[in-house]
């Protein structure tokens, strides 16, 4: 479960022999939208829009005998009974064509699932080729693996011109007209994760959402091969979880992983992953969206960053969703960014949408904050007083409003900006602490104060109290500055340095915790290893190359939800740039999208 960044740990085992990496994507391999899926031993490969289904088909040209290899695959679950294909010929040949598999890791080397002869075959149109799969094969695919292999073997009296290839798909004898795909959570300590052909996410905590029985995730599959992925990640202390996957009805996937009965420790972070390949040949088919507008913007799909920027194009399920495109030019104190969002309905025409032809979303949230300045401190170990400057008090108050209009709002796409309020300065009653910086109840002082009725107002209650006497003395014999944040409330006091002219990271990197919290407690999304003290690990430093400083770098990309996160990713272990595969994107995007709620 959620523990305090200065806990570490407890122990977490994992069976690895379960945990597999996606090693091609098993939707642009098996429907032939990706040529580089595939290799020859003679003839030419390309692209062709001439199609059995779907918006390409492989076409091999100027050949007599080759072979088609495919790239490896993960495992395959619901294949069925039968395995289908499209071919044509664009003039009569003698000669047959051959589909075979391999898994080496299951000792199955070529073995043959069926032939069919060239001279049966229509010329000129795309003719379906079915086969039935041998009990064998379908037992070896039915285990685990990530080395399934297709080969075409296809050979003819005389050189063929052209052939074409497209939509190896896997079907029942019977085709449901619909399949019926269910997940259930019983545990998620502290999240489990879940992405659908790297297009669509849902997440799952102990925090709040797990153990809900059965959900229908069916409008996340198309017709055909789906790419699924599962992680399961710890945010501190110890962790399992437990998952299953069923089509038709029928158990598909089964993990779970407890403290007491799995292998190998691991740290904070990702603590295990799978991946398979789901048939579903009773869903829509795909379509294809194509995206356009200014180079590099973030596109986010149903609030999570797809990890693609524009321009691209990529496969989408035909189900309502929210395309969101993050424009930004991110210069130090002068970032400049909008949101754009579209309603993609469900439905089976393809999709082309440029960014730049469509307004920018503007403000979508203000979240309240009230700032409450204490005049007076008394620490229980000095007999003199805190007394709070005037000058203090306006330069503070300066600098929350710098840091919404130059960092919170621009790092958001402007989305989220504050609305600052300053509360009548508290001078009676003394803030009371045992040593300075040793921490109070905000909600305790709010009631001393009488000012409980703010905490229905303000998403953030600031307290700003001094840390100096009368005389400009610290009360402490030095040290640090002390601040912190949780529950909505931000402590602070004058310790701190503030600027007339730009703004103090330290705002920003103390409120950042309380959309962190609201995050992971009320949007049940994890944040990343160590959440926001997660810098180093990730890759990130405290001055990059743009000149941002005072980890401004990181900030922006925790809130964009943009930080890339896989499983070498450990608290302790310091990186020098962000990894180059990520798993899964972390940050607080989706709170700065949807809205702050209150947690005090």
Sequence with gaps: ??????????????????????????????????????????????????????????GIKNFQ???????????????GDLVSFGVKL???????????????????????????????????????????????????LNNEYNDLVFKFEISSTKPIDEVLLDDISFEASVISTSDKVEIEIRSADDFVYLTV????????SDFGNSSTGKIDISSMFWRGANSVKIYATNSGGAAKFWVALWVNGEQVLLRDCVTESCGVYVDEGIYYQTSLVLNTPG??????????????????????????????????????????????????????????????????????????????????????VAVVSIRKTIVSDTPRQGILRDSELALFNKNMQMVSDIWVEPLSYGLTKWQVDVIPTIENVALEMPTLGSGFDGSEFLTKAKLDYIKSQYQIIVFHYPGYDINGVRLDNGGGAGAWAMNGYFYVSDLWSFADDRPNSVILHEILHIYEQYQVLRNFTPTGTIGLHGAECHGYPEANLQGETDWVGWYREFIRGTVKENENIKQGIEITKPVENPEIYVGVFETFRRGLGFLH
Excluded at 17 to 46: C, I, M, N, R
Excluded at 65 to 79: D, F, G, M, Q, V
Excluded at 118 to 130: M, P, R, S, Y
Excluded at 342 to 367: C, H, M, R, T, Y
């Design 197 to 204: 052909n790297d297009v669509q996410k849902k997440m799952w």
């Design 90 to 140: 664009n003039q009569s040949q003698s000669g047959s064509i051959k589909l075979l598999v391999s898994i080496p890791s299951l000792s199955l080397f070529d073995k043959q699932i069926g032939t069919t002869e060239l001279e049966k075959l229509h010329v000129g149109a795309f003719e379906k080729i079915v086969f039935d799969i041998p009990d064998d094969v379908k037992t070896a």
């Design 1 to 58: 479960m959620l523990s305090s960044s200065s806990s570490r740990s407890q122990n977490v085992y994992i069976n690895t022999s379960k945990q597999f990496k996606l090693v091609s994507d098993p939707y642009l391999l098996l429907s032939f939208e990706d040529p580089g899926s595939w290799s020859a031993s003679t003839g030419t490969l390309y692209k062709s829009t001439d199609v059995f289904q779907g918006i390409s088909s492989l």
């Design 283 to 368: 869903r829509p088919v795909a379509r294809l969206l194509e995206l356009d507008g200014a180079e590099k913007s973030n596109i986010y799909i149903d609030d999570h960053f797809s990890g693609k920027q524009i321009p691209t194009s990529f496969f989408i399920p035909q189900v309502n969703m929210t395309l969101g495109i993050g424009e930004y030019t991110d210069a130090p104190l002068n970032y400049k960014s909008r949101y754009v969002e579209e309603k993609i309905l469900a439905g089976a025409s393809n999709v082309k949408f440029d960014a730049s032809k469509a307004p920018a979303l503007g403000v979508q949230n203000v979240n309240k």
């Design 65 to 79: 005998t080759t072979t088609l290899t495919s790239k490896p695959l993960n495992t395959l679950r619901a294949i």
